[in-house]
């Protein structure tokens, strides 16, 4: 991970953080100054390791520009769980707010540019702005949606169905994902996904 000097962090255009912010809450000038004050940009090349699971999260990045992935391991296999990609964050949420390791991975798909949080200053933004605590309702109730989505398209679905449900999902970014993450992320092998491409 690389991040500018302070002196150069100013120069950084925050325009897509505070249109994603303003998309669910009106931002006073307090707190956009508080904001603007605690997070930093910061920049990973692809393949860079941007969280470990043998570590507790203590930062959340909101995308820029780039494509993350949280993945686990489950018997020495990459097992892909969530792709965040420009006007999203990412974290290891369990880890970040209980203070405790976890099982998630971040990695970069792609060099990410993003700017990034503490989860002391989350905790201090929470406290002293009620706007954020509204934010931080509206956006998991996102969130919640899709995860109960995904699980629905898990439990229900044929490997098709499920490779469909992924490309909405996904729609406009898919193509950038390598299929072998796509495959796990599915639960189905790279060969049946092969095969479900060549037919549509």
């Not at 949080?117 to 996102?142: A, C, Q, W």
């Not at 439990?155 to 999902?169: L, M, V």
Request: aromatic residues 14%; contains cysteine; proline residues 2%.
């Amino acid at each position: 991970m690389e991040h500018l000097d302070p002196e150069n962090q100013n120069s950084i255009q925050k325009d897509l953080l505070f249109d994603h912010f303003e998309s669910y809450i009106k931002i006073s000038d307090e707190l956009r100054s508080a904001l603007d004050k605690r997070m930093y940009f910061v920049t990973f090349k692809k393949g860079d390791i941007v969280h470990d699971a043998d570590k507790v999260c203590t930062q959340s990045y909101f995308i820029q520009k780039g494509l993350l992935r949280t993945y686990f391991l489950k018997d020495g296999k990459e097992i892909s769980e969530y792709f965040p990609v420009e006007g999203e964050w990412c974290n290891s949420p369990k880890s970040l707010f209980t203070r405790q390791k976890d099982i998630y991975y971040i990695d970069a798909i792609e060099a990410t540019e993003a700017f990034c949080i503490h989860v002391n200053d989350l905790v201090y933004l929470f406290d002293h702005f009620p706007e954020m605590e509204r934010y931080s309702r509206l956006s998991m109730g996102t969130v919640v949606g899709h995860l109960m989505e995904r699980i629905t398209s898990m439990r229900f679905s044929s490997a098709k169905e499920k490779y469909d449900h992924f490309t909405q999902t996904y729609k406009g970014i898919y193509h950038r994902i390598p299929l072998g993450m796509i495959a796990s992320y599915l639960g189905i092998t790279q060969e049946t996904l092969s095969r479900i491409r060549t037919q549509k």
